[in-house]
């Protein structure tokens, strides 16, 4: 099941318009929040865990919620750049991978037919069972993982295990730089809906010839004929920007809106409400943000609301020095007060779609972002023969498993005003399996561009931007001029790494 769109749903009228983002992530009295305590149980080697499972058999330990299992004393933290873990031969891993699982007893308190399962992240690869019964399995260590429980759960108490498999042929697509750690790292929660539901929305607008803004709006789900839906909008002031009725199944289009347009500068956003009915009866009302932007390229300037801009900005990993992938709230926005502070204007969520919240934050705080794929495959650049560069991206056999993950990241993030550019992923050579990416999202989303560096590697050279890491100073100069060559020219340059941070390899700073 692909992410829906939207954060968190609620219940309540408009007036909680004014409630502070921070805690949002779970107003609803239809959300099961699953963070804290859960039970775990770690093996060094998959040949170790019983055949047979029997989970009242088995000697667990106390762990909180979300965490890396390597943070909580098992296991070995890997801190790694290129090289992959085990011996390369995709899609084969060893069998002997080590294997961390999780259990939760949990109860739900509602007369709701529908319940959805999610986890906001797990690496690296998982399989879930509810009450005995295998659910599902998903790989794409930080892409949203959701899962349809209704039909295996009761009304008294549940059990909920989750098999988290340390390595899986995932893994070949997650060769990141960075340290390699394992777990359920954010937040997992229920949603509990009724017959009716809203399922996914888009708001998609575009700027007209009078420098006003026409908004197309698509909403999806499970509706009766009696329901009506109702979407509203919100400055942060209060002052409403629309209200329009459709009946399900029906877009609306709204021209002409005189909307304050979103910059890194000055981000306006407005609280959108998705309001569902059915007989005069709420069932449902969603509440997110939304900004109106104009994205485009002229040449080698990249114009944003028609004017031109350039990124001052930093890459940024879900780390923390203590809790390593799992960072909370209070983490994510001190880093990017941090980068507002220091005159950042953008952001590349290196290497990876981050936690849900961090996009948030860059919409209200005002950070152009440069949104990447899970996709890496660095572990191939340094090995002669067959095993070159573009080994996995080159090798269309592979394209449904990238294209899972730069699908779950658009249909995720799409609504985001923040979203300046899609990354199609880190150094992974090759192109052919990008680009089934790049036209899925060209044709999806054609008015952002789209950026990956490891195609310049290629007869491919460059998709919408010129994306180089390390470019010296003295060949920069030489792309303003005009003297770098003819490849340089005609779309924008990207710098998007400047500084590798390894060991010592920051003090160049």
């Known amino acids: 099941m692909a992410a829906r769109s939207y954060f968190i749903p609620f219940s309540g009228e408009q007036e909680i318009v004014k409630t502070d983002y921070k805690n949002e992530r779970f107003l609803s009295d239809r959300v099961i929040n699953l963070k804290g305590e859960w039970d775990f149980s770690y093996f060094e080697k998959l040949s170790l865990v019983p055949d047979t499972f029997d989970s009242d058999k088995c000697k667990f330990d106390k762990i909180n919620i979300p965490c890396t299992w390597q943070r909580t004393g098992y296991d070995q933290i890997a801190y790694i750049n290129q090289r992959y873990p085990f011996p390369k031969k995709p899609p084969y891993v060893p069998d002997d991978t080590a294997v961390g699982i999780y259990r939760k007893i949990f109860s739900i308190n509602d007369d709701m037919p529908n319940h959805i399962l999610t986890f906001l992240g797990i690496a690296g690869a998982a399989a879930v069972y509810i009450n005995g019964n295998f659910t599902g399995y998903s790989e794409g260590s930080h892409n949203t993982a959701e899962f349809d429980i209704s039909e295996f759960i009761t009304a008294d108490e549940n059990e909920l295990l989750v098999v988290v498999y340390k390595w899986s042929n995932?893994?070949?697509?997650?060769?990141?730089?960075?340290?390699?750690?394992?777990?359920?790292?954010?937040?997992?929660?229920?949603?509990?809906?009724?017959?009716?539901?809203?399922?996914?929305?888009?708001?998609?607008?575009?700027?007209?010839?009078?420098?006003?803004?026409?908004?197309?709006?698509?909403?999806?789900?499970?509706?009766?004929?009696?329901?009506?839906?109702?979407?509203?909008?919100?400055?942060?002031?209060?002052?409403?920007?629309?209200?329009?009725?459709?009946?399900?199944?029906?877009?609306?289009?709204?021209?002409?809106?005189?909307?304050?347009?979103?910059?890194?500068?000055?981000?306006?956003?407005?609280?959108?409400?998705?309001?569902?009915?059915?007989?005069?009866?709420?069932?449902?009302?969603?509440?997110?943000?939304?900004?109106?932007?104009?994205?485009?390229?002229?040449?080698?300037?990249?114009?944003?609301?028609?004017?031109?801009?350039?990124?001052?900005?930093?890459?940024?990993?879900?780390?923390?020095?203590?809790?390593?992938?799992?960072?909370?709230?209070?983490?994510?926005?001190?880093?990017?007060?941090?980068?507002?502070?220091?005159?950042?204007?953008?952001?590349?969520?290196?290497?990876?779609?981050?936690d849900p919240a961090f996009m948030i934050m860059c919409d209200i705080y005002g950070l152009y972002t440069v949104d990447e794929a899970d996709i890496e495959t660095h572990g191939f650049y340094s090995v002669p023969g067959t095993y070159r560069p573009g080994r996995l991206s080159n090798d269309l056999k592979w394209a449904g498993h990238y294209l899972d993950r730069v699908e779950r990241m658009y249909e995720r993030d799409k609504n985001h005003p923040c979203v300046t550019m899609w990354s199609l992923g880190n150094e992974s050579g090759g192109y052919k399996c990008q680009d089934v990416c790049y036209n899925f999202l060209k044709k999806k989303n054609p008015e952002i561009p789209v950026h990956y560096e490891g195609v310049n590697r290629s007869k491919r050279w460059a998709y919408d931007v010129v994306s180089r890491m390390y470019a010296t100073p003295e060949l920069m100069r030489k792309i303003k001029n005009g003297s770098a060559g003819k490849k340089y020219q005609g779309k924008p340059f990207f710098q998007c790494e400047y500084a590798h941070a390894m060991g010592n390899g920051p003090g160049g700073l």
């Not at 879900?318 to 204007?345: F, P, S």
Request: proline share 3%; with cysteine.
């Open 170 to 354: 995932g893994t070949y697509l997650e060769c990141q730089d960075m340290f390699r750690e394992n777990g359920i790292f954010r937040d997992v929660f229920i949603v509990s809906r009724s017959y009716n539901y809203i399922e996914d929305f888009c708001f998609r607008s575009d700027k007209n010839a009078n420098g006003k803004y026409n908004l197309k709006i698509d909403v999806s789900g499970k509706f009766s004929e009696k329901c009506k839906i109702e979407i509203s909008a919100f400055s942060n002031s209060g002052e409403s920007l629309f209200c329009v009725s459709l009946l399900p199944d029906v877009k609306a289009e709204i021209d002409n809106l005189r909307a304050e347009e979103w910059s890194a500068e000055i981000p306006n956003v407005y609280r959108a409400f998705i309001k569902l009915t059915e007989n005069g009866k709420e069932e449902e009302c969603i509440r997110t943000y939304i900004g109106f932007k104009d994205v485009k390229i002229n040449g080698s300037v990249f114009l944003f609301n028609g004017k031109p801009i350039k990124f001052k900005g930093v890459n940024h990993h879900d780390t923390h020095m203590t809790k390593g992938y799992a960072m909370g709230i209070e983490d994510m926005e001190k880093d990017i007060i941090l980068m507002k502070e220091y005159n950042c204007n953008a952001v590349r969520t290196s290497h990876y779609p981050p």
